[in-house]
């Protein structure tokens, strides 16, 4: 994005999408992003940073995403008492994020919407976590919250609290349905509960340390997130990580998509009616974590990705016996597939069922593998493709029916996708080292990681302190985005449809509440 | 119809032998006597995700599929904490878990059990104790048997809680006093049968 024209002066920020650096002013800002909307962007992260001790107040960044790579907005906030405009009018998937980074830094937004986000009583409402003033050691007994939500009134509506405690074995959130018999006239998420102060924990740890906590963000996305932060930190020590340390790494990356597309068509066939989809789908990932467990000694590949490199390496025979078992699922995949598309009965609960329209996902900026199924090719891989993908293209998957069949649709597409890139990662790995050491890392330095994973774009900030210490870390989990979508999507349908369409988003809560 | 019982005939049972209880798990025993009198093996589990990462929620859903089946050991993971004898709790616990997960653990009908599972289930792992994190399941409700591992394999989640149900021998002679053995010839019964044949050629 060419910001030269709202006069804004622009810096380059290493890492591997090109990123530009942009201090602004509020009118600067709400210009930008106005700027980048026109022009097809949309936001990727906000987050707000604590730099009093360096007699530079707070600072809040606004991550913006377009066809050149991402703008890094950068508005400078004397002290607490001021406050930042709203972006929600212009990137609705704001809302939420300017709510979450009052609750942790208290410096407010000029919203409507002043509501906790993250919040939720467990600490004192008056005390923000992430300031360098707080005191990490001091706890406090957790009290209730009285959250404001929504109400629908009107005759025989009523409403239907669920959670934080599922009934099925997912992760805790409450979501509050507005019903008139079995249809959903609204739904109202609360996230917040597995907020365990992650960004606070990274402050505490060293960068060469911190992958292992990075890897433990949403434990589903392991690589993804751990890729991310070691991306960020690698462009912060300006080092190049070796090529076979990048193919392994995009090696377990298509792994865990792989994995995790897998399990999830056997719970949807599952929701959907068709226990034996979950039979099949779950031996098939069970086979596929099996082989993890033997080459990268984890079944999810925790802590295999480390700053530097990898922490593993492999022979011929494990490529071999890889290559043989990407083969082998590609058969017994097609052969699922084809009974998912011919199931009558399948196919009645997963068409037309929590629609969400190709312009509907491109106005509240739905990211991911969610925008896949709605028509939307975004894909870090192929915009900004970096080794090993400059070297072995991705061919992006887009379906634009945006219900659950289409969601479906592009795991069914992404895993053959992945398949063929296993295939052709195994077949052109380069020799070498898998592992370098990282320099000395400088202080006060910030670069972005991006990694595009299964679920969607995990994006690392990363700032450093002196002694390669962590000076803030923001993880941003693509689920921001997403998680108000859900809501939509649900509008209109039934409440038995929910667990459906909700499995079909598979949205973390552990990445999105910190 | 046709393509779904050929591959299931094709699939055959992948169902493995069940590994042994594994009694250096538990850490408290004041309720496996009452549990194994009143249920035998016939588990009901509530799951509670009281503030994880995810990654042990991967492989406690891998319990139900073909390879562990845990369903086939007579153990169900139940809806309701009313309708459960044990509590398979993921942790760290966050503070806006801490009410939830005392609820949960009060609605679940006594006699009950508790398993933390996860190294951060057993010691608060990587997140430790915070503003926002109790820490370890034991610190906010009795713990019977923690399963370490980041996650903890099916496996090792097996052998917790098959340890939490047998690791002593009812009083009572209804189950006979090697039960820990006859958990495991029952499962052996499920591991290689061959796959029927007629399924497999039907029309």
Same mark, same amino acid.
């Given at each position: ?63 913006l995403r377009d066809g050149d790579g991402f703008t890094m907005l950068e508005l400078a906030l004397p002290d607490e008492r001021s406050h930042f405009p709203d972006l929600s009018p212009i990137f609705p ?34 005390? *923000? ?27 025989? =509506? ?5 959670? !934080? ?6 992760? !805790? ?57 070691? +991306? ?25 998509? =792989? ?14 009616? *068709? ?34 490199? =990898? ?6 025979? +494990? ?5 043989? +078992? ?117 202080? *006060? ?35 921001? +985005?997403?998680? !108000? ?30 | ?203």
């Open positions: 994005m060419n910001v030269s024209p709202l006069g804004i002066s622009a810096a380059t920020l290493d890492g591997v999408v090109p990123t530009q650096r942009c201090p602004v002013n509020s009118g600067q800002l709400l210009a930008a992003c106005r700027l980048a909307w026109e022009q097809g962007g949309h936001l990727t992260a906000l987050w707000l940073s604590d730099d009093r001790d360096r007699q530079r107040g707070f600072t809040l960044r606004v991550l998937a704001a809302a939420r994020m300017q709510r979450a980074a009052f609750d942790l830094m208290g410096v407010a937004c000029d919203a409507d919407d002043q509501r906790p986000w993250t919040w939720q009583a467990a600490w004192p409402i008056d005390q *923000f976590p992430l300031r360098r003033d707080f005191d990490a050691s001091k706890s406090w007994e957790p009290g209730q919250e009285d959250y404001a939500f929504v109400r629908v009134a009107g005759d025989g =509506v009523h409403e239907i609290p669920v959670g !934080p405690v599922h009934a099925g074995i997912i992760e !805790p959130g409450h979501f509050r349905f507005q019903v008139v018999g079995e249809k959903v006239l609204r739904l109202e998420e609360r996230l917040g509960y597995t907020h365990k102060g992650v960004e606070k924990r990274f402050e505490s740890m060293g960068v060469h340390d911190a992958h292992r906590l990075a890897g433990r963000i949403s434990g589903d996305s392991t690589v993804t997130y751990a890729w991310a932060y070691a +991306q960020a930190a690698e462009a912060i020590a300006r080092c190049a990580v070796p090529a076979r340390a990048l193919w392994l790494r995009a090696l377990m990356l298509e792994r865990e998509r =792989v994995a995790n597309h897998l399990g999830d068509l056997g719970y949807l066939g599952n929701d959907g009616g *068709f226990a034996f989809g979950l039979a099949q789908f779950s031996r098939l990932k069970e086979d596929w974590l099996r082989v993890n467990a033997s080459v990268f000694a984890h079944r999810f590949m925790m802590d295999a990705v480390v700053p530097g490199g =990898v922490a593993c390496d492999i022979d011929d025979t +494990q490529a071999q016996a890889m290559r043989a +078992q990407t083969a082998a699922l590609a058969k017994e995949v097609k052969v699922l597939q084809d009974i998912y598309d011919d199931h009558a009965g399948l196919q009645d609960r997963i068409r037309v069922c929590g629609e969400v329209s190709g312009e509907l996902a491109v106005k509240l900026g739905l990211v991911g593998l969610a925008a896949r199924g709605s028509g939307v090719a975004d894909d870090l891989r192929c915009d900004f493709p970096a080794a090993p993908y400059d070297a072995l293209p991705v061919r992006a998957v887009a379906h634009p029916g945006g219900d659950v069949a289409a969601r479906v649709a592009v795991r069914f597409d992404e895993i053959f996708e992945s398949l063929r890139l296993i295939d052709g990662l195994l077949t052109s790995m380069p020799d070498g080292a898998v592992r370098i050491e990282l320099p000395e890392l400088p202080a *006060f330095r910030l670069a972005i990681g991006a990694i595009e994973g299964w679920r969607g774009p995990v994006v690392i900030a990363l700032e450093t302190g002196s002694g390669g210490s962590i000076r803030r870390c923001h993880p941003h989990d693509p689920s921001w +985005q997403n998680w !108000p979508l859900l809501e939509y999507a649900v509008i209109g349908n039934i409440v038995p449809d929910f667990p459906l369409i909700n499995k079909s988003f598979n949205l973390s809560y552990s990445g999105h509440d910190l | 119809m046709l393509h779904i019982l050929k591959q299931i005939a094709k699939t055959g049972l992948r169902t493995e032998t069940a590994p042994t209880a594994d009694e250096t798990m538990v850490v408290a025993t004041r309720l496996q006597r009452e549990i194994v009198r009143a249920l035998g093996r016939a588990l009901a589990i509530r799951q509670v995700d009281a503030g994880s990462c995810n990654g042990c929620e991967l492989e406690i859903h891998a319990l139900s599929n073909p390879y562990y089946n845990i369903e086939g050991l007579g153990i169900r993971f139940v809806a309701s904490p009313r309708h459960a004898d044990m509590l398979l709790v993921t942790g760290p616990v966050s503070r806006h878990m801490a009410i939830a997960l005392k609820r949960t653990y009060d609605a679940t009908p006594d006699p009950k059990l508790v398993v933390a599972v996860g190294e951060c289930g057993c010691n608060g792992g990587v997140f430790g104790e915070s503003y926002a994190s109790l820490g370890r399941v034991a610190n906010v409700i009795p713990v019977d048997v923690e399963i370490p591992g980041c996650p903890p394999t099916p496996t090792a989640l097996l052998r917790g809680i098959l340890a939490a149900i047998t690791s002593y021998a009812p009083p009572t002679p209804r189950i006979e006093p090697t039960a820990t053995a006859g958990a495991l010839d029952d499962a052996s019964e499920f591991s290689d049968p061959p796959v029927d044949a007629k399924i497999a050629g039907a029309p």
